[in-house]
């Protein structure tokens, strides 16, 4: 099974960046898709983005486009999500998922870690 652990969540500033960062272990390889989901407070989970599995598409969330960038390094069983122009609307617990599947408009996985927390202030 694969394991996932997030890291790098953290308290910026509105307008500022983080990197959240997914190591994964076990069975993992590149042909699993991967992504990143959050969840506010109050709020059910959301897609945020998805990576396939050598890297060659990514999908986004429309409020997350032209600020996120997902990337992964298969070298490292690690998924990235580099998060520039940061808003208030951005505090979440973040999750990165794995062995991602789309039907229609909706993302499902199979596979969670525990999630980091990511705080904008204003």
């Known amino acids: 099974q694969v394991q996932l652990v997030e890291s790098g969540g953290g308290l910026v500033q509105a307008g500022g960046s983080l990197r959240l960062s997914c190591a994964a272990s076990g069975r993992f390889g590149s042909s699993y898709a991967m992504g990143w989901f959050r969840q506010a407070p109050g709020k059910e989970r959301e897609f945020v983005a998805s990576i396939s599995g050598r890297g060659g598409s990514t999908y986004y969330a429309d409020f997350v486009k032209g600020r996120f960038t997902i990337s992964r390094d298969n070298a490292k069983n690690t998924v990235y999500l580099q998060m520039n122009s940061l808003n208030p609307e951005d505090t979440a617990v973040y999750y990165c998922?794995?062995?991602?599947?789309?039907?229609?408009?909706?993302?499902?996985?199979?596979?969670w870690g525990q999630g980091t927390q990511v705080t904008v202030s204003s």
């Open positions: 998922a794995a062995d991602l599947a789309r039907v229609g408009s909706i993302w499902y996985a199979g596979r």
